[in-house]
């Protein structure tokens, strides 16, 4: 028996915590309508000010869902929705699968060429979109593709008064297109409750795309069982209920944003604070202003909050649930957010393919660091789940060993839109080969050392990016930093880091080299700075070095 079948990382769960958990409801739309009759009167969302009780929200979505089926959706149907954090995002989901079809969750930042190939591969008939994003991008594309709805809403809508963020804002309708507020209320109150075959646990919920950050993307299905388990997760984990607040830092089209934000709140009964886009001072605002006691987002984005010019102005004291996922995390980042704000980020690891998490640090405990890595630890896996560690050959590897984590368990989708190949190769038998490269230690605590493509071999000595970049963390002056291999005639490849300083601060490339020199192996420090303003990221924070990379070929 490996040890891995030991799950040696349950002792770390906590005292009266389950081991395993069972899901409880056929699907999330049945989840959604236990939520709202425990809950009808609550807010279910809050836009920057104006709430959207449960009940209001049940209404709004069976006439969205009614309006959709008068426009030919049919059960099975895919629906687009291109948006950023508003009201209309839950409402689509939620209407989606009344109308018994699939959401696809579709990056508001895409470019033509990206969103023709989102809505073609997933066969969308319908989308939602903003009339700005209409009018820039999906108007070109929808004609190479069957997506015959089409839908256009405002960041305008939804709101008893627009915030002085949304200044800038205008209404731009295309008359070609519907308009959402106009859709539903032609259909108020005219069909309770659309029929469609009733979903179950092994229907998709979501059509996720994969970041991007290897290779072309894919749509990932997460079935209603995969989803309703991770929102359970989060509700488990971090003792989620109906007396908490969850702002919304995440993009709500990223996985982390569709479970850590709107799956779990449906749920739970708790309101998702949202605010269009990420913006720091606004969201510092929001979070104190409704008692945000919960958020989960990428790492940068902390960074962000605490760099924001009313940052010291702010009181965060009931915000205590955190947790930050999608990229490494430098231990002295955590360290800062402590010191400021007083809470703990916990860090939480997990894929498109898992569905959000796979790895989490429990509730109360502080992430070990790998004393030979630096490496902050992704945590343990979470209830249910298993998790190898696995040598080129495919075997086990013992603790402490280097190798390729992969992973079985509840939220592991079963495959890729309409790509078996892909799948099987990527989850044969049902476990993700994750493509990410790390080691369990002796105490069950697993540590991501990098992704097995952003190695650097510098003359034969493998050189991971995250190392060097946690040591320029360490700088006073460094705001964020990523670091990849360039192309070199000698070494074959030699390390390069990309800084941005945080505001007011100075440094020179000398500097920065000098000072991780001091730090660690010859072969490792930075052999070139480059300074920018800022790096180059995915929608939802992860940095792209391979468009750094890129950039230098
Ligand atoms: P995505 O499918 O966009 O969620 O990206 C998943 C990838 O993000 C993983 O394969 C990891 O490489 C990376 N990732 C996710 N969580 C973490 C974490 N806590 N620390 C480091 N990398 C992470």
């Not at 015959?148 to 731009?172: C, K, M, N, V, Y």
């Not at 997760?233 to 089209?253: G, I, N």
Request: net charge negative; proline share 6%; with cysteine.
């Amino acid at each position: 028996m490996s040890v891995y079948d030991q799950r040696p990382w349950l002792k770390h769960y906590g005292e009266g915590r389950p081991r395993e958990i069972e899901v409880e409801h056929p699907s999330m739309l049945a989840a959604f309508d236990r939520t709202v009759a425990r809950f009808a009167d609550k807010p279910a969302i809050v836009y920057f000010d104006t709430p959207i009780s449960f009940g209001e929200l049940d209404e709004l979505t069976d006439a969205l869902a009614g309006g959709l089926r008068s426009e030919g959706f049919a059960a099975g149907d895919r629906l687009a929705v291109c948006l950023q954090n508003v009201p209309q995002f839950l409402i689509a989901m939620l209407a989606t699968w009344k109308a018994g079809g699939i959401m696809v969750s579709v990056s508001p930042m895409l470019k033509h060429r990206e969103l023709a190939a989102q809505l073609t591969d997933s066969g969308a008939r319908a989308l939602i979109t903003f009339e700005s994003l209409w009018r820039e991008v999906a108007r070109d594309v929808v004609g190479e593709t069957e997506v015959a709805i089409r839908i256009t809403t405002s960041e305008l809508d939804f709101l008893d008064q627009p915030p002085a963020q949304l200044a800038g804002s205008r209404r731009d309708r295309d008359p070609e297109t519907l308009d959402l507020v106009e859709l539903i209320d032609a259909h108020r109150g005219v069909e309770r409750r659309p029929a469609s075959p009733p979903l179950t646990l092994g229907d998709v919920a979501f059509l996720t795309y994969t970041s991007g950050t290897t290779g072309p993307s894919k749509g990932a299905m997460n079935t209603h069982g995969n989803v309703l388990f991770t929102a359970s997760v989060y509700r488990e984990w971090f003792e989620l209920d109906e007396h908490d607040v969850v702002f919304a830092l995440a993009p709500l089209f990223h996985i982390t944003g569709l479970i850590g934000h709107l799956s779990v709140a449906t749920l739970v009964g708790m309101p998702v604070v949202m605010n269009h886009r990420f913006d720091p001072d606004g969201s510092l605002e929001l979070i104190e202003r409704h008692g945000a006691t919960f958020t989960i987002g990428a790492i940068t984005a902390f960074i962000a909050l605490m760099n924001a010019g009313s940052a010291s102005d702010r009181d965060l004291t009931r915000l205590t649930k955190i947790a930050s996922g999608g990229a490494p995390i430098a231990p002295a980042t955590l360290e800062a957010w402590e010191t400021r704000f007083g809470a703990y980020i916990h860090n939480i690891y997990g894929l498109t393919e898992t569905t959000s998490p796979s790895h989490w640090v429990p509730l109360g405990k502080r992430a070990p660091v790998d004393p030979d890595s630096g490496a902050l630890s992704v945590g343990v896996p979470v209830f249910n789940t298993d998790v190898r560690v696995v040598g080129d050959d495919g075997d086990d590897l013992p603790p402490g060993e280097i190798g390729e984590f992969v992973t079985s368990g509840p939220q592991v989708v079963p495959g890729y839109w309409n790509k078996p190949e892909e799948t099987e190769h990527a989850i044969p038998g049902g476990a993700l080969h994750t493509g990410d490269v790390g080691l369990m230690d002796a105490d069950g605590w697993f540590y991501l050392v990098d992704r097995k493509k952003d190695q650097i071999n510098v003359s034969g000595y493998k050189v991971w990016p995250r190392d060097v970049e946690d040591a320029l963390y360490g700088h006073s002056a460094v705001r964020e930093v990523a670091v990849v291999g360039v192309p070199d005639d000698y070494r074959g490849e030699t390390v390069k880091a990309f800084v941005s300083l945080k505001p007011g601060e100075s440094a020179t490339s000398d500097e920065l080299i000098a000072f991780c020199k001091q730090r660690m192996a010859a072969y490792k420090y930075p052999r070139q700075i480059e300074f920018v303003d800022e790096l180059p990221k995915t929608a939802s924070g992860k940095v792209l070095r391979r468009e750094l990379r890129d950039r230098q070929s």
